[in-house]
């Protein structure tokens, strides 16, 4: 194996004390958490309800500001990007519980919706969406809208527009929680043939089979990151 | 470009996605169109008409009382006409009496009874479709515009009571494309002062000049006007423009265009604001997926505006179709013309795309500035 260079061993997001709070100081959803993640890292975060995972998520993801403490992609500090849509657009994958795709539009349009911030014209971008339905085993289901979908199927989609500007980083919250044991288990197949390709994974889950299949758990409890340990599952 | 033609594909399917909300949005955008293109346009062409009654009788300068607002309260005496044509610069000289009569039942307006001379230049330029003109100046004849003959239902040699028991012969029927002359009917002038117990008055003096410059034609309306305190003169031209009836006409049309446009922005606001709002996970997730502010703004205002477009198509053909049976109408058929200028149509266009705008633009703004973590935890 070669030695990596500087730039690869810059990690891929990192966290530095960070703490959030809500409602005027009063609640502290984070505390001092400090993590990094590298390039290819499949890492699951645990805790109970309410222990932070989704505030923690939002931050790294750019979508919220931590009240101390700084987020840092590839070494640069999110808080120096004026509108973080642009570094969402092109490094984040977002994939939600409750999947948050456009009725009216059909799972293919759904799918280009965040290349409209690409340089792609028309035909490229219905392309690539045909190219990650495929991906996703939609092929068929392309210019169905997601209230003809299953909720797995809508939830491939989701994936699907997630990965639609190649990310760097994909970041699920509670990917598997609205579906049953069967349709969970072809989503986790779908992120780890994801993660052997090199995507980045963070996931947020309950579910602690989704968890396992990660290569890293992060734990927090009330804000606090109490556990950072590798998983007994390897490739 | 942030408005390429795959964005505008995105904008018709939120559009097409929510039929009812844009129904109904398309339809207020397009009655405020429709009310202001064909109120403006039933304005514009009753100007026009007054315009063009003037000039196509090859009248220059119109002589009336002065300090009358209204040419049919205007009275002067018959000998005046003598004097004006004294001054320099006056071919001629036409005594004309406007009277305005209830001859048609449920006729609110009235019809406009105009006496004038068997020789004046208002008389023999009309154009007969049917009998003939009055020679008389004292015959009880009349000839009538073809609108006026089909809301009475009369021809050539009808008989009509202009007042209870005063029988007039119709010998002639004229056509106009002015909707006044052709809602209107000519009377001998003597024939009309005695029916009218106006013996020697008329209403006006229709002064034909030498020269037909405006500035000469500005300048003999005002020698006229000096030359008896009594009389007030002005260019036939300029007159359809400050006539009272216009300018009160106009008043109403941008009144109620005004608050046709208030309605049509209100409901435009109200509807996009409950477009952002219903949609406020929509838009917290494009921008979680990195959708900027300034591409927000342009799906909402995209949104507005494509309505806009629709609603003034929309509106300027229900206006055309509003004014075209409104003219075909017996009672208002002789004032409205069946045409609306293109620069009113085009008016309403302008109209419809300010609306889609004022009422796009703070839903718009508002959407954009939506903190995406907010708006995804919003039910």
Redesign the interface.
């Known amino acids: 194996m070669t030695k990596p260079t500087p730039a690869e061993a810059m990690p891929l997001v990192e966290a530095i004390r960070v703490t959030r709070h809500f409602v005027d100081g009063q609640v502290t959803a984070l505390k001092d958490v400090s993590l990094t993640i590298d390039e290819g890292e499949y890492v699951a975060l645990v805790g109970q309800s309410g222990c932070g995972k989704s505030t923690l998520l939002n931050l790294l993801g750019g979508l919220d500001s931590p009240t101390t403490g700084s987020i840092r992609f590839r070494g640069r500090d999110l808080a120096d990007f004026g509108d973080p849509a642009r570094f969402r657009s092109s490094q984040l994958g977002f994939v939600f519980q409750s999947f948050h795709l456009i009725s009216v539009l059909t799972a293919e349009q759904n799918v280009q919706m965040p290349m409209f911030e690409t340089t792609m014209g028309s035909a490229a971008r219905k392309e690539r969406a045909r190219e990650l339905l495929a991906r996703v085993g939609l092929t068929h289901r392309a210019r169905h809208r997601p209230q003809k979908l299953s909720v797995g199927e809508r939830q491939r989609v989701a994936i699907a527009r997630a990965l639609a500007n190649r990310p760097s980083l994909l970041l699920a919250d509670e990917p598997t929680g609205n579906l049953d044991s069967v349709t969970a288990e072809s989503i986790f197949s779908l992120f780890d043939s994801l993660n052997q390709e090199g995507m980045t994974l963070l996931l947020v889950t309950h579910d602690p089979l989704l968890a396992a299949r990660a290569r890293r758990t992060l734990t927090l409890h009330d804000g606090q990151l109490i556990s950072d340990r590798p998983n007994s599952r390897t490739g | 470009m942030i408005l390429?033609?795959?964005?505008i594909?995105?904008i018709l399917?939120?559009l097409?996605?929510?039929p009812a909300r844009s129904l109904l949005t398309l339809s207020g955008i397009a009655i405020a169109v429709a009310a202001v293109v064909s109120l403006l346009g039933v304005v514009r062409g009753f100007e026009r008409s007054l315009l063009e009654l003037y000039q196509g009788r090859g009248i220059d300068v119109m002589v009336q009382q002065a300090g009358r607002l209204q040419m049919t309260s205007s009275s002067l005496p018959e000998s005046l006409g003598e004097q004006i044509a004294k001054v320099e610069g006056v071919a001629a000289v036409h005594p004309a009496l406007i009277e305005v009569l209830s001859l048609l039942q449920d006729d609110m307006m009235g019809v406009v009874v105009q006496g004038w001379q068997p020789e004046s230049t208002a008389v023999r330029q009309l154009k007969l479709a049917a009998g003939q003109a009055f020679t008389d100046p004292q015959a009880r004849q009349v000839i009538v515009g073809q609108r006026l003959a089909a809301a009475m239902g009369v021809q050539p040699g009808a008989s009509i009571d202009l007042i209870e028991g005063e029988k007039f012969e119709v010998v002639g029927v004229f056509e106009s494309n002015n909707v006044f002359d052709s809602g209107s009917m000519f009377i001998p002038l003597q024939a009309l002062q005695q029916l009218m117990l106006r013996e020697d008055e008329v209403t006006m003096f229709a002064v034909v000049a030498r020269e037909r410059d405006p500035d000469v034609l500005r300048a003999l309306a005002e020698r006229i006007g000096a030359s008896d305190s009594k009389l007030e003169a002005q260019v036939a031209d300029e007159m359809a423009q400050k006539s009272t009836e216009i300018r009160v006409a106009r008043s109403f049309a941008w009144l109620t265009s005004v608050i046709a446009v208030s309605i049509g922005s209100v409901g435009m606001l109200n509807t996009m604001m409950m477009a952002v709002f219903e949609r406020t996970?929509?838009i917290a997730?494009?921008?979680?997926?990195?959708?900027?502010?300034r591409?927000v703004i342009a799906m909402v205002l995209g949104e507005s505006t494509l309505l806009s477009i629709l609603g003034a198509v929309i509106g300027i053909v229900l206006a055309f179709v509003l004014v075209r049976f409104l003219a075909s109408l017996p009672a208002s058929g002789r004032l409205v013309e069946g045409d609306i200028p293109f620069q009113i149509m085009a008016q309403g266009f302008v109209l419809a795309l300010l609306l889609g705008l004022i009422g796009g633009v703070y839903p718009a703004w508002s959407a954009s500035r939506l903190?995406?973590?907010e708006g995804?935890r919003h039910d």
Not at chain 2, 4 to 7: G, N
Not at chain 2, 285 to 290: F, N, S, T, V
Request: hydrophobic share 50%; no cysteine; glycine share 8%.
């Open positions: 390429r033609m795959w964005f594909s995105v399917a939120n097409r996605g929510r996970r929509e997730m494009l921008r979680a997926l990195g959708w900027r502010r591409r903190a995406p973590v995804l």
